[in-house]
Nanobody, 118 residues
């Protein structure tokens, strides 16, 4: 079992920045971030497996995912935030696969809320 604890969410104005953190209890092959707005499906934001990094088109160039294995921490730096980025953000981990399909991920954190006002 991999335990994931997110932090760093909050309220910010459009154009601002936030950095999310996720402390994990054990390393996993692939880690990432998803987000969800009430009434909508969970959306993959970014994933990282070693040197391989993927971003959703909607955040490419604005968000940066990184991982510090020495500190067991995953990060998501979010710049140039837009109101459409408002969502609950979840840290995820997988033992075998990456990708933006929610069902592929074995472990989910409890989420941290990000709210971007215009």
């Amino acid at each position: 079992q991999v335990q994931l604890v997110e932090s760093g969410g909050g309220s910010v104005q459009a154009g601002g920045s936030l950095r999310l953190s996720c402390v994990y209890s054990d390393s996993a092959y692939c880690m990432g971030w998803f987000r969800q707005v009430p009434g909508k499906e969970r959306e993959g934001v970014a994933t990282i497996a070693g040197e391989y990094i993927s971003y959703a088109d909607s955040v490419e160039g604005r968000f940066t995912i990184s991982r510090n294995n020495a500190q067991n921490t995953l990060y998501l730096l979010m710049n140039s935030l837009k109101p459409d980025d408002t969502a609950m953000y979840y840290c995820v981990a997988s033992s075998f696969v990456c990708g933006f399909e929610p069902s592929h991920w074995d472990y989910w954190g409890q989420g941290t809320q990000v709210t971007v006002s215009s």
